[in-house]
């Protein structure tokens, strides 16, 4: 069954350090998502992504964030600066024609 | 303002005991409603999709209904396995046509 794969599952980093969150999602989908969910809150919108641009971005996704898709497979999430309060579960998702299917996340934690 | 509000936050049933999760929604003009089941640590697994009033979905032990106003997942007979964190989002067109917008979820724990 085809999912939606995540790398790393686990990323520890500096405060004011860049990361770079990979994602694989299914083949023949074309929309894309980045979702975050801090630890015992909702899950929240931070970005869609479809043809080759941002469609949307929520208020959470502020300049210190992009997204890119560089080669036609992986689509990543950027921060640029992280800062203390960007530790939660990123998860990316991607869409056919109906429902969006999600990676297991990867837990970002920043020291 | 929530648009997505699930009751109740916590369910503890016994094997066997069935029961109905609540999601209840404050939008206009519904695109879609999903149901997804989240372990811990893990991705949202997609459950169900629910367009229009009147709607019923079923999946083994698990049946999602759809009002104007709400939606229920209907568990019948659980097991342990089902054991989860139940999210519901809806698809809303202000928000952007494929977005997603979750509730803070039902953490369902059946005892054996």
């Known amino acids: 069954e085809p999912e939606v794969t995540q790398t790393p599952s686990h990323q520890v980093t500096q405060m004011g350090q860049e990361v770079i969150l990979r994602c694989v999602p299914i083949?023949?989908?074309?929309?894309f998502y980045w979702y975050r969910q801090i630890l015992g809150q909702k899950v929240e919108f931070l970005v869609s992504?479809?043809?080759?641009?941002?469609?949307?971005k929520s208020e959470i996704f502020d300049d210190q964030f992009s997204v890119e898709r560089p080669d036609g497979s992986n689509f990543t999430l950027k921060i640029r600066s992280t800062k203390l309060e960007d530790s939660a579960m990123y998860f990316c998702?991607?869409?056919?024609?109906?429902?969006?299917?999600f990676g297991q996340g990867t837990r970002l934690t920043v020291v | 303002e929530d648009q997505v509000t699930q009751s109740p936050e916590a369910l503890r049933l016994q094997e066997g005991e069935s029961s109905s999760l609540n999601c209840s929604y404050t939008?206009?003009?519904?695109?879609?409603l999903f149901w997804y089941r989240q372990d811990p640590g893990k991705g949202p697994e997609f459950l169900f999709t629910l367009y229009s009033a009147g709607e019923e979905k079923e999946k083994e032990r698990l049946k999602a209904t759809l009002t104007k106003k709400e939606s229920f997942l209907h568990i019948t007979a659980p097991k342990p396995e089902d054991s989860a964190t139940y999210l519901c989002a809806v698809q809303v067109p202000q928000g952007g046509a494929n977005n997603l917008f979750f509730g803070t979820g039902t953490r369902l724990t059946v005892i054996p």
């Open positions: 083949s023949n989908h074309l929309y």
């Open positions: 998702a991607s869409k056919g024609d109906t429902e969006a299917f």
């Open positions: 939008v206009s003009g519904l695109r879609g």
């Open positions: 992504f479809y043809n080759n641009e941002i469609s949307e």
